[in-house]
């Protein structure tokens, strides 16, 4: 049987919530603290979606993303944001945030990381900021 490489250009990840305190530039920590805190008091799952079959922590864990992906045929990624700190929902690509200074922040916090999942898998993984 012949096989095939998949590059996919459709994956999603993100970090687990309390992750991104060490993203958040030192100034806005205490507002991240307090989503943290009310996301963990409301209830809201600390994941966005994720594929059937998979484990939500395919998310944020390289050597479990690239098991799941071999495990599809899939050799490397481009990868966008299912989720982002400080959204009121999990998942949502386009969070509305109450300011633009704390939509940068989240955006910014979230693109650090993401650079650094993609370092884990040297010529694999790209991310789009």
Not at 109 to 122: I, K, Q, V
């Amino acid at each position: 049987m012949e096989r095939t490489a998949i590059i996919s250009v459709d994956g999603h990840v993100r970090a687990p919530r309390a992750t991104y305190r060490d993203y958040v530039e030192s100034r806005y920590l205490d507002v991240f603290d307090e989503w943290v805190r009310s996301q963990e008091e409301s209830g809201v799952p600390d994941q966005g979606g994720v594929q059937p079959g998979l484990d939500a922590a395919s998310q944020w864990d390289s050597e479990l993303r690239m098991k799941d992906m071999e495990s599809q045929g899939v050799v490397a990624e481009v990868l966008f944001p299912n989720g982002v700190p400080f959204e009121g929902s999990p998942g949502q690509d386009a969070t509305a945030f109450s300011s633009p200074e704390l939509d940068r922040v989240a955006r910014m916090a979230y693109n650090r990381w993401l650079a650094d999942f993609c370092a884990l898998a040297p010529g694999r993984r790209a991310g789009q900021a």
